[in-house]
């Protein structure tokens, strides 16, 4: 299978993507606009949050993937995220779709095709439609081949680095790359996650075969991510396909295969992005699950330890306290045996096949004071294993969050 090599320049390095990012007034400071756009139309294709209160851009959204046709871009803006807004926030949602539709298509002399819209932010806001309007117009302006960057820092809320990605494939009919853009730091859990995620390629995907592909790429990035649990109401990842490349991807073969590798490669980079940048984050932690009945069970257990707050409060201290994680894995409904579970904290055995070691938790302080941290699992009863990477609990993160509204 062909490897794929980083590059620079997110979502503008696939071949005939167009991006800027703006300011327009929805923060107190920075770009909070951006725009993405192919002359060409693209191919798309999303995952949503699976909160049952979902913002207005995610209904609009999927309506109108719904219709399986191109479409030209995403306009996304943070700051405000439309979220229980009423008719209002609709009405705007489908304004701001609407008004980034004739920019682009008035840019280019194309014909005129939806915009997906993103939005982040405070709920219970309407955004200022006058605010957005004018950063639709300077967003078109500002449009550039080498406008990744700004895109990345146009959908930052809580963040404090724009999160940016692009990698490139050789295949047989050529050279495919795969760019993206992630922000996300704060109200993350799995399905999905505060977090939006766009990517580009220039391969030619049809609608089918690039839902069949984000999927499971999905599934094993941005849905194996926790930083605090909580599942947002604005969450979307978004792929869009312009063909640029003239390499044709089905859904299965040799050369889908490589470009799901690929894909999956991106999306795991920003997922863990996401982690490292978390709100008030000092520790971060990949958690392995093996040994289980099943795959499921691996996962309810891994996802049980990433989001315990016991758990993450032990990582933030250094404190290799392996009885929260022994908790964890009790309460998560995945079949265990106490005779048969052993943990690891980093390569030290703090618990092998149900009994302590000797000296487990003094040798475990060293791994588990590292920036990065590794937990591993066993429940010795099967080939089941899944992965959870998780941020730690602090105190910078209570205060963020007690003063993020006021």
Known sequence: MPEHEWIDGGVTAPEGFYASGVRCGLKEHGRDLGLLASPAGCTAAGMFTSNSLPGWPVVLD????ERHGPVAGV??????ANVATGAEGLDLAKGMSARAAAVIAARWGAEERPVLVAQTGVIGEVPDAEKITRGIIEADLALGLDGGA??????????????????RIDLDGGPVTIGGAAKGAGMIAPNMATMLAFITTDASLSPDAARALLRP?????????????????????????NGKSGVPIDADGPPAEAFAAGLAALCQALAVDLVRDAEGVTRVCRME???????????????????????????????????????????????????????HVGRVPVLEAGSPTSDGKRLAVGPMSQDEVAMTVDLGLGDGRAHYWFSDLSYDYVKINAEYHT
């Open 289 to 343: 699950v093996t040994g289980a009945a099943s795959d499921g069970d691996a996962l309810l257990a891994a996802r049980s330890v990433a989001e315990s707050p016991l758990v993450k409060s032990a990582l933030f201290g250094g404190d290799p306290n392996w009885g929260r994680i022994w908790m964890a894995v009790g309460k998560s409904g995945a079949a265990t045996d106490p005779e048969r579970i052993s943990i």
């Open 217 to 241: 790429a999905v599934d094993g990035s941005f849905n194996r991510i926790s930083i605090d649990g909580d599942t947002s109401t604005s969450d979307m990842c978004l792929l869009l396909a």
């Open 62 to 65: 999927k309506d109108i993937l």
């Open 150 to 167: 700004d895109f990345a820092e146009a959908i930052m809320t809580t963040d404090t680095v724009p999160k940016s990605r692009a990698l």
């Open 75 to 80: 306009v996304a803006n943070s700051g405000v």
